[in-house]
């Protein structure tokens, strides 16, 4: 597999289309902290790494009374083919602020307003709304 960004997000989309309410994951260290930040930023209810097993296991967050998902679009930016590279003053807004963009940075894994806040650019990995 040359892209595991891009599986982990389509796993995480295809969970949230079949409504399910947790999805396994194999885990690496980028893949730990873009959990972190969905979880930070109240896209998934809870999420556990699994060692022994070397997986991430995460709750989707759902609302119980219209059954819809906290996740309506999770999408790829930067593939291993066509990198893609914002500078600070460049930095995307994804649906006018409403949702993050998640960027590989010097300073590590950060959205894109931690990263205007810190004034610096990077690898635009994925948008999350």
């Given at each position: 597999m040359t892209d595991t960004i891009a599986d982990f997000l389509t796993r995480i989309r295809n969970a949230v289309?079949?409504?399910h309410r947790i999805v396994e994951v194999p885990t690496s260290k980028v893949k730990k902290e873009i959990t972190k930040i969905l979880f930070n930023k109240?896209?998934?209810l809870s999420y556990k790494f699994d060692d022994e097993n070397r997986?991430?296991?995460i709750a989707l967050k759902y609302n119980?009374?219209?059954k819809r998902s906290a996740i309506t679009g999770i999408k790829r930016i930067s593939t291993p083919g066509l990198r893609k590279y914002e500078g600070?003053?460049?930095?995307?807004?994804?649906?006018n602020?409403?949702?993050?963009?998640?960027l590989s940075t010097s300073k590590g894994i950060m959205t894109d307003k931690e990263a205007r806040v810190q004034n610096v650019g990077g690898e635009v990995m994925c948008?999350?709304?």
């Open positions: 289309m079949a409504k109240g896209y998934i997986t991430i296991k119980p009374a219209t600070c003053k460049e930095l995307p807004r994804v649906l602020g409403l949702g993050i963009a998640i948008y999350v709304y």
